[in-house]
T-cell receptor
């Protein structure tokens, strides 16, 4: 069974800081890894998708890296803003169970002005 | 707006009621999913549909009954639920189950009283 762990569970920082959110997974035979953002009481918004053959993806101030061998991914947020406050979820898809995403519990981020 | 629409956004139902959740996508996707998000637990996959056929039923109790009449619509029929079924129910879609960049709806917040 795939276990996905996200550290830290919560993070509170002042505006402008560069942040690193961590995700680890137990089964390295993944098909892809996806980072999502969830605002309170809302659905999920896809941020970045990294295919298993890729090492990183970038979108604006966000950069996600993937190290399959160590079972880790990091989401780097540059120059954080209050609007970045949300819960960030990491999810992996295994090659053996296509169509199924395994989620971590998320990191709840608060960026204060 | 992700292109996946869920209705209703909020639902309160008694344990003897029958209700249905609706999900609609006009992204041209062939795969649709139901997820459950309970407090303090990771998102859990409930059902996967590919080309209107159910391809996974993740040991979900029979009081939850999915229906996929066409590739654009997905329903979750609810009957004789328990208070512990109260959760945020999220619908997602992807091009197909091999290409899992998932797009999520805003969710239905269900409260069972």
């Amino acid at each position: 069974k795939q276990e996905v762990t996200q550290i830290p569970a919560a993070l509170s920082v002042p505006e402008g800081e560069n942040l690193v959110l961590n995700c680890s997974f137990t089964d390295s035979a993944i098909y892809n890894l996806q980072w999502f953002r969830q605002d309170p009481g809302k659905g999920l918004t896809s941020l970045l998708l990294i295919q298993s053959s890729q090492r990183e993806q970038t979108s604006g101030r966000l950069n996600a890296s993937l190290d399959k061998s160590s079972g880790r991914s990091t989401l780097y947020i540059a120059a954080s803003q209050p609007g970045d406050s949300a819960t960030y979820l990491c999810a992996v898809e295994r090659g053996s169970t296509l169509g199924r995403l395994y989620f971590g519990r998320g990191t709840q981020l608060t960026v204060w002005p | 707006e992700t292109g996946v629409t869920q209705t209703p956004r909020h639902l309160v139902m008694g344990m003897t009621n029958k209700k249905s959740l609706k999900c609609e996508q006009h992204l041209g996707h062939n795969a649709m999913y139901w997820y459950k998000q309970s407090a303090k637990k990771p998102l859990e996959l409930m059902f996967v549909y590919s080309l209107e056929e159910r391809v996974e039923n993740n040991s979900v109790p029979s009081r939850f009954s999915p229906e996929c009449p066409n590739s654009s619509h997905l329903f979750l029929h609810l009957h004789t639920l328990q208070p512990e079924d109260s959760a945020l129910y999220l619908c997602a879609s992807s091009q197909d189950i091999q290409t899992l960049e998932a797009f999520f709806g805003q969710g239905t917040r269900l409260t069972v009283v």
